[in-house]
Nanobody, 118 residues
């Protein structure tokens, strides 16, 4: 069983930046970030491969969000820049195989709220 601990969410204004952190309890898995706004389906945000550090991004965040991994600390970061009100959602960290689909991930964090005011 892999546990994931998310941190860094909060309330910011449009145009601000925020960095989320995800600390998996083990290594060897790809890590993904997804988000879910009220009344909407869970949306792919970004993922990073365990081997080689390859990354992938959802279309709505490309060029604004950046995922990275600190292998020494086993922490995955999601740097979110130029935040927009439509980025408001609960953000989830997940561990599994490298995929843009929630079905690719077996383990999920509890989620963390990000709210962007206009």
């Amino acid at each position: 069983q892999v546990q994931l601990r998310e941190s860094g969410g909060g309330l910011v204004q449009a145009g601000d930046s925020l960095r989320l952190s995800c600390a998996p309890s083990t290594t060897g898995y790809a890590t993904g970030w997804f988000r879910q706004a009220p009344g909407k389906e869970r949306e792919f945000v970004a993922s990073i491969h365990w081997i080689g550090g390859g990354t992938s991004y959802g279309d709505s965040v490309k060029g604004r969000f950046f995922i990275s991994r600190d292998n020494a600390k086993n922490i995955v970061y999601l740097q979110m820049n130029n935040l927009k009100p439509e980025d408001t959602a609960v953000y989830y960290c997940a561990a599994g195989r490298y995929s843009n689909s929630p079905q690719g991930y077996n383990y999920w964090g509890q989620g963390i709220q990000v709210t962007v005011s206009s």
